[in-house]
């Protein structure tokens, strides 16, 4: 049977998207096409009309990961607030519980960095690609909020929340874990100037 054009854009999508889920909740080594494509609904045999091989796969769930992530800030920013009011409610949902305990979704960077430098050329450059677009995101922020050198504080600042995120879900203590994330959400509050995180 012949399926039309649309029809396997979105297969390709939906194989993508359960790609993304996989490698956060599995880790880059444990991801199986098999796995992907069951997910996804579709056979094994049919990962070959989507995908060369499964490194293109990974680098497509990758970049999706990235993608999902840069939404994320994107859509703070468009509801209508200030750029301080939108850095203060992403910094909110970064440091939170249900980013924290999420397995499936939410920024790329906690599930991939301890994986980073093991991973093969094309993927080590979508993961530093997507690194550049979520902290020129942050920048484009700090830009807006008239805060000085906003690329190099962008970068620390996602750098903190990357390193809390993945302190707190290591930390097998839940009161413990959350305080992590509280004292990280109170550091980037005082230090930015931000507005009281909800």
């Known amino acids: 049977m012949r399926y039309d054009a649309e029809h396997k854009q979105r297969s390709?999508?939906?194989v993508i998207s359960e790609a993304a889920k996989a490698i956060r909740s599995d880790g880059i080594p444990a991801v199986s096409v098999?796995?992907?494509?069951?997910?996804?609904?579709?056979?094994?045999?049919a990962f070959y009309a989507h995908f060369e091989?499964?490194?293109?796969?990974l680098l497509a769930g990758v970049e999706r990961m990235f993608e999902e992530g840069r939404a994320r800030i994107l859509a703070e920013t468009s509801r209508g607030g200030s750029p301080k009011a939108a850095l203060t409610s992403y910094i909110g949902f970064y440091l939170s519980r249900s980013h924290r305990d999420s397995r499936t979704a939410g920024c790329p960077l906690p599930f991939l960095a301890a994986e980073a430098p093991r991973l093969n050329e094309d993927l080590r450059g979508q993961y530093a690609q997507g690194v550049q677009?979520?902290?020129g995101a942050i920048a484009d922020l700090l830009r807006g909020m008239d805060y000085p050198e906003p690329e190099t504080t962008a970068a620390s600042v996602l750098a903190e929340m990357v390193g809390?995120?993945?302190?707190?879900?290591a930390e097998p203590?839940?009161?413990r874990s959350y305080a992590i994330l509280t004292a990280?959400?109170?550091?980037?509050?005082?230090?930015?100037g931000l507005e009281d995180l909800q």
């Open 133 to 135: 677009g979520l902290t």
């Open 34 to 45: 098999a796995g992907v494509m069951g997910a996804a609904g579709l056979t094994h045999g």
């Open 184 to 192: 990280s959400r109170a550091s980037l509050k005082a230090r930015l």
């Open 12 to 14: 390709r999508e939906r």
């Open 53 to 57: 091989n499964r490194d293109a796969l």
């Open 164 to 169: 809390a995120v993945s302190l707190a879900r």
């Open 173 to 175: 203590d839940p009161d």
